[in-house]
């Protein structure tokens, strides 16, 4: 098997794929992601998972298949990563008793042959009503910092959580199933 590069230094992302016992590369990509609200959330996501892997696979001297993902919260626009405790607060509350969407680009480059494959994985999350009281002893946990939408789902952010449809490993940062098919497909590798 070829050797894998994950264009991303997300814990969230690495651990995925610990699990599953890949011999894989983690390089943290530079580029500038800017997003604008008026943007497609489809295309933002696609577009910053490709220049992250493309950023990554200009750089290499071997032969690798370089992995870019972006995810994002869209919930009427883009809810980004919370600035500080105040921002976080607004940004759960907004999401209180609602539904949102986790959107996940996935940017696939084989270095060598020069093929690429570009694909994305939506999931909807609904949030359960938060009082004020429970957004609080969340955001004390500090676990928001550093996340789109202001929370993980991996940790204390489940509590938040009434249900989801669709992939929890997209909400998590990587669609494991869908990189694995796109893989399969497109790539002769596999996850698993």
């Given at each position: 098997?070829?050797?894998?590069?994950?264009?991303?230094?997300?814990?969230?992302?690495?651990?995925?794929?610990?699990?599953?016992?890949?011999?894989?590369?983690?390089?943290?990509?530079?580029?500038?992601?800017?997003?604008?609200?008026?943007?497609?959330?489809?295309?933002v996501?696609?577009?910053?998972?490709?220049?992250?892997?493309?950023?990554?696979a200009?750089?290499l001297?071997?032969?690798?298949?370089?992995?870019?993902?972006?995810?994002?919260?869209?919930?009427?626009?883009?809810?980004?990563?919370?600035?500080?405790?105040?921002?976080?607060?607004?940004?759960?509350?907004?999401?209180?008793?609602?539904?949102?969407?986790?959107?996940?680009?996935?940017?696939?480059?084989?270095?060598?042959?020069?093929?690429?494959?570009?694909?994305y994985?939506?999931?909807?999350?609904?949030?359960?009503?938060?009082?004020?009281?429970k957004?609080?002893?969340?955001?004390?946990?500090?676990?928001?910092?550093?996340?789109?939408?202001?929370?993980?789902?991996?940790?204390?952010?489940?509590?938040?959580?009434?249900?989801?449809?669709?992939?929890?490993?997209?909400?998590?940062?990587?669609?494991?199933?869908?990189?694995?098919?796109?893989?399969?497909?497109?790539?002769?590798?596999?996850?698993?």
């Amino acid at each position: 098997m070829k050797k894998i590069v994950l264009a991303s230094s997300s814990p969230r992302r690495k651990e995925i794929l610990d699990r599953y016992n890949i011999d894989f590369e983690s390089i943290t990509s530079h580029i500038n992601e800017k997003v604008s609200s008026d943007e497609d959330p489809i295309q933002v996501v696609m577009s910053l998972a490709f220049q992250k892997a493309e950023d990554i696979a200009i750089k290499l001297d071997y032969d690798a298949i370089v992995i870019g993902a972006d995810t994002i919260v869209y919930m009427n626009s883009v809810l980004g990563k919370p600035k500080d405790d105040i921002d976080a607060y607004r940004i759960l509350e907004s999401l209180s008793g609602k539904e949102h969407c986790v959107i996940t680009g996935l940017a696939i480059l084989d270095i060598n042959s020069g093929k690429k494959v570009i694909d994305y994985e939506i999931t909807k999350v609904k949030f359960r009503e938060l009082p004020s009281e429970k957004i609080n002893r969340y955001i004390n946990t500090g676990e928001f910092k550093d996340k789109a939408g202001a929370y993980g789902i991996q940790g204390y952010g489940e509590i938040l959580v009434d249900w989801i449809e669709g992939s929890y490993s997209n909400v998590v940062g990587l669609p494991i199933v869908k990189l694995d098919k796109l893989l399969e497909r497109h790539f002769n590798t596999k996850i698993l």
